[in-house]
């Protein structure tokens, strides 16, 4: 029997590169722009579901990048039209990327502000009074219950 062997698969083209770069660019932008928008809403649950595509967008992306480096791809060797959309792309990706980490930090710290103030205003209704024994001896303090919070965001 004769067996043909397929050679090795070649490395893609530039030009597709960088059309698959193109595409990927316009995902990752577009699903940080729907991440935002659900943080500014308040529909902080709802962006779990998206966590996993971006967190593999943005490797595949990563990736993508350390392979058009070392395949030697530059942007000037492209066809006007397609360069243009790459860096319109790249510019809205770092824009929307920017605004994402800025509404995500500011989400965090406003988080934690409302839970240090939960658990403050708790300790202090915790605190009995302080009493009096006969001999002008303060009382003890009675046991705090145990109190767990989900600081995730």
Known sequence: M???VAPPSAPPQPMAQAIEMLDLMMRLADLLTNETELVRAGH???I???QREKLRLSLLYRDRIKQLDAGGAKIVALPPPLRAQIVAASSRLAEVA???ERTLRV???ATRTLLDM???SVKSRLKPPT???MRRQTTGYAQAPALAIDRRL
């Open 98 to 100: 920017a605004l994402n």
């Open 131 to 133: 009493r009096y024994n």
């Open 48 to 50: 779990a579901a998206l």
């Open 107 to 109: 989400g965090r710290a």
């Open 44 to 46: 902080v649950r709802d």
């Open 118 to 120: 939960i658990v403050a």
């Open 2 to 4: 004769n067996q043909t």
